[in-house]
């Protein structure tokens, strides 16, 4: 509990205060024992030099020995170093893949064995890199108990939830927004609208800025989420329009690192095997939350007024935030060994002491990052075929998917007189969707992936695909059910399974996609799924506005099926994408040879 505190804003903001006087880090207590390969000990029993193999010693026993001791401790060097979100950055081939998760497949081996301790690197210039002092540090999220990566993850699953849940939540407050301000319908939906645009736009500047060792996850988790609540606050009570829809952008802008990094911090405390665990969950977390927003406010609002859903907003946030402020520890593995370098560098004055990050981090350029995060997913975007399908299909799935909360009023309210709290009802069929998808995912990943991954190697990335292509039958199945039985002579139960199969085939869908896109796309992947966040909101900010004219003008069966029409085209392009898909990553520059 020490060290989760310690390691929170709360923890770092008290020892900043008090001078390091307190929640001392092991560096900083006086019986801590430095490393003699840290300490001064530079042998080559200790440290490894970059590029060089070991001296070798005359006597044959002793060569013997030698020989032993660093095999030992080279595999728990090399095996130290659990496979996250952030190695795939690293890798440039299919071989180099196929090695990481070997190595995470071997990390589980070692991790289950004693400690041993990890010799750092020294490169050519002298320095000394940072590593983990033991295969088993406790100061490596990989190495941390099962119950305190599950604390760790929730308070991101909750963190998710809240800033999802705060887009919809105000939907059942259009109604009486028109009235109090006078604006038409499609302009009280620029409420909706704009927040979604801004968690959209909100990946491209956050997601860089976290991926700096010096800054890490936490400062722009906590910095952010505060604004969240604070602006969120100002949206209950300001009283004209052009402010409440400019204070609802900047909370969709200022919620969105959870958006940008939330994937990346699970990735921290999880490898690569156990990782789609935890981002299938997530994302359970981040399409629950606006499904039960109108659930939410749809019983207050019609009582309390329009501004209630803006503060059941903030009872649900601020007390996330503040759990988050003491108990969320930086997960950040490059950012927590630079401040180790730091530490280490004053206990012994050894100046050549540095983490990987530090070097790395000189060598980052404002220009640099601006490319990564803002050209690259587009320029990749718009190069690479597969690419451009998955953003063009999620973005358009997702952009349905929005569009539910223009038509369920005119399905539910007008058709089936529903009130406003019986209409937010009907969007637990989403929670159910997901309590039958999220097991059957998981099933998979247990008996499929993991068993393949261990077996064989991550293999071609198409047979990621395999769920998907099942899968992407049911939105327009459950598209075409929706629309043509939302009619008043046929119970609203048979429109409400529509929702369900929609539901769980774009879960399933986007849940292969985002495995497919890291194993082809390692080194990009980052900015590509900033990119995919910016497109998907950018449609579904879209959907809000034309999806109530569309409905109304067309009726409910016609518009809906024109939406399902377009996602039938997308079954065939993700069949092509299964059997064509190696030729077209064979052709492509950004992929993985």
Same mark, same amino acid.
């Given at each position: 509990?020490?060290?989760?505190?310690?390691?929170?804003?709360?923890?770092?903001?008290?020892?900043?205060?008090?001078?390091?006087?307190?929640?001392?880090?092991?560096?900083?207590?006086?019986?801590?024992?430095?490393?003699?390969?840290?300490?001064?000990?530079?042998?080559?029993?200790?440290?490894?030099?970059?590029?060089?193999?070991?001296?070798?010693?005359?006597?044959?026993?002793?060569?013997?020995?030698?020989?032993?001791?660093?095999?030992?401790?080279?595999?728990?060097?090399?095996?130290?170093?659990?496979?996250?979100?952030?190695?795939?950055?690293?890798?440039?081939?299919?071989?180099?893949?196929?090695?990481?998760?070997?190595?995470?497949?071997?990390?589980?081996?070692?991790?289950?064995?004693?400690?041993?301790?990890?010799?750092?690197?020294?490169?050519?210039?002298?320095?000394?890199?940072?590593?983990?002092?033991?295969?088993?540090?406790?100061?490596?999220?990989?190495?941390?108990?099962?119950?305190?990566?599950?604390?760790?993850?929730?308070?991101?699953?909750?963190?998710?939830?809240?800033?999802?849940?705060?887009?919809?939540?105000?939907?059942?407050?259009?109604?009486?927004?028109?009235?109090?301000?006078?604006?038409?319908?499609?302009?009280?939906?620029?409420?909706?609208?704009?927040?979604?645009?801004?968690?959209?736009?909100?990946?491209?500047?956050?997601?860089?800025?976290?991926?700096?060792?010096?800054?890490?996850?936490?400062?722009?988790?906590?910095?952010?989420?505060?604004?969240?609540?604070?602006?969120?606050?100002?949206?209950?009570?300001?009283?004209?329009?052009?402010?409440?829809?400019?204070?609802?952008?900047?909370?969709?802008?200022?919620?969105?690192?959870? +958006?940008?990094?939330?994937?990346?911090?699970?990735?921290?405390?999880?490898?690569?095997?156990?990782?789609?665990?935890?981002?299938?969950?997530? @994302?359970?977390?981040?399409?629950?939350?606006?499904?039960?927003?109108?659930?939410?406010?749809?019983?207050?609002?019609?009582?309390?007024?329009?501004?209630?859903? +803006?503060?059941?907003?903030?009872?649900?946030?601020?007390?996330?935030?503040?759990?988050?402020?003491?108990?969320?520890?930086?997960?950040?593995?490059?950012?927590?060994?630079?401040?180790?370098?730091?530490?280490?560098?004053?206990?012994?004055?050894?100046?050549?002491?540095?983490?990987?990050?530090?070097?790395?981090?000189?060598?980052?350029?404002?220009?640099?990052?601006?490319?990564?995060?803002?050209?690259?997913?587009?320029?990749?975007?718009?190069?690479?075929?597969?690419?451009?399908?998955?953003?063009?299909?999620?973005?358009?799935?997702?952009?349905?998917?929005?569009?539910?909360?223009?038509?369920?009023?005119?399905?539910?309210?007008?058709?089936?007189?529903?009130?406003?709290?019986?209409?937010?009802?009907?969007?637990?069929?989403?929670?159910? %969707?997901?309590?039958?998808?999220?097991?059957?995912?998981?099933?998979?990943?247990?008996?499929?992936?993991?068993?393949?991954?261990?077996?064989?190697?991550?293999?071609?990335?198409?047979?990621?695909?395999?769920?998907?292509?099942?899968?992407?039958?049911?939105?327009?199945?459950?598209?075409?059910?929706?629309?043509?039985?939302?009619?008043?002579?046929?119970?609203?139960?048979?429109?409400?399974?529509?929702?369900?199969?929609?539901?769980?085939?774009?879960?399933?869908?986007?849940?292969?996609?985002?495995?497919?896109?890291?194993?082809?796309?390692?080194?990009?992947?980052?900015?590509?799924?900033?990119?995919?966040?910016?497109?998907?909101?950018?449609?579904?900010?879209?959907?809000?506005?034309?999806?109530?004219?569309?409905?109304?003008?067309?009726?409910?069966?016609?518009?809906?099926?024109?939406?399902?029409?377009?996602?039938?085209?997308?079954?065939?392009?993700?069949? %092509?994408?299964?059997?064509?898909? @190696?030729?077209?990553?064979?052709?492509?520059?950004?992929?993985?040879?």
């Amino acid at each position: 509990m020490d060290s989760l505190i310690r390691n929170s804003t709360a923890g770092q903001l008290l020892r900043w205060i008090t001078g390091n006087k307190v929640l001392l880090y092991p560096e900083e207590r006086p019986d801590f024992q430095c490393p003699s390969c840290y300490a001064g000990d530079t042998s080559s029993a200790t440290i490894f030099e970059a590029g060089s193999e070991r001296n070798s010693k005359s006597e044959s026993d002793a060569e013997e020995r030698q020989s032993e001791d660093a095999s030992t401790t080279e595999t728990a060097t090399n095996l130290s170093r659990v496979p996250s979100m952030t190695d795939l950055e690293k890798v440039r081939t299919q071989d180099d893949l196929a090695r990481l998760y070997s190595v995470a497949t071997q990390t589980e081996v070692l991790q289950a064995a004693p400690s041993r301790p990890i010799a750092p690197t020294k490169t050519d210039d002298g320095t000394i890199l940072v590593d983990w002092y033991t295969t088993h540090d406790p100061e490596n999220p990989q190495n941390w108990s099962s119950g305190k990566k599950l604390f760790v993850v929730t308070q991101i699953y909750l963190y998710t939830f809240a800033v999802y849940m705060g887009s919809s939540i105000y939907t059942p407050s259009a109604p009486e927004i028109q009235t109090r301000f006078g604006v038409s319908a499609t302009a009280a939906s620029l409420g909706l609208a704009l927040y979604v645009l801004g968690y959209g736009i909100g990946p491209l500047i956050f997601s860089p800025i976290s991926e700096i060792p010096s800054v890490g996850r936490n400062p722009p988790y906590i910095f952010t989420f505060a604004l969240f609540v604070i602006f969120t606050i100002g949206a209950a009570v300001v009283d004209t329009f052009g402010g409440l829809l400019a204070l609802r952008f900047l909370q969709g802008f200022f919620g969105s690192p959870c +958006l940008a990094t939330g994937g990346a911090s699970i990735g921290d405390v999880y490898s690569l095997l156990k990782l789609p665990y935890g981002l299938t969950t997530w @994302a359970a977390f981040a399409t629950l939350g606006p499904a039960l927003g109108p659930l939410i406010s749809g019983f207050s609002v019609p009582v309390k007024g329009w501004r209630w859903s +803006l503060w059941e907003t903030v009872w649900l946030a601020a007390p996330i935030l503040v759990l988050m402020f003491f108990c969320l520890p930086e997960t950040f593995p490059d950012a927590i060994l630079l401040q180790r370098a730091r530490r280490l560098r004053r206990l012994t004055d050894n100046d050549k002491l540095r983490s990987q990050s530090e070097i790395k981090q000189k060598q980052l350029t404002v220009t640099a990052v601006a490319m990564e995060a803002l050209y690259r997913p587009f320029q990749i975007i718009f190069l690479d075929p597969a690419i451009l399908f998955f953003n063009v299909y999620t973005s358009l799935i997702y952009g349905i998917y929005y569009s539910f909360f223009e038509v369920f009023p005119i399905v539910y309210i007008d058709i089936y007189h529903f009130n406003l709290g019986e209409m937010g009802l009907v969007f637990l069929s989403i929670a159910v %969707a997901l309590a039958i998808a999220v097991p059957l995912y998981f099933l998979y990943l247990y008996k499929i992936f993991e068993p393949e991954i261990r077996a064989h190697g991550p293999g071609a990335p198409e047979r990621r695909l395999i769920p998907a292509l099942f899968a992407s039958f049911l939105p327009p199945i459950g598209l075409f059910i929706f629309g043509w039985t939302s009619t008043a002579s046929i119970h609203w139960i048979v429109s409400v399974v529509g929702i369900l199969l929609y539901t769980i085939g774009i879960f399933t869908l986007i849940q292969c996609i985002f495995i497919y896109i890291p194993m082809t796309y390692p080194q990009y992947a980052a900015s590509l799924f900033a990119g995919n966040d910016f497109m998907r909101s950018a449609l579904a900010c879209g959907a809000v506005l034309f999806a109530r004219p569309l409905y109304l003008n067309l009726g409910v069966g016609p518009g809906v099926s024109l939406l399902a029409g377009l996602t039938v085209g997308c079954i065939g392009g993700m069949f %092509a994408l299964y059997y064509y898909g @190696a030729a077209l990553r064979a052709r492509s520059r950004f992929t993985a040879k």
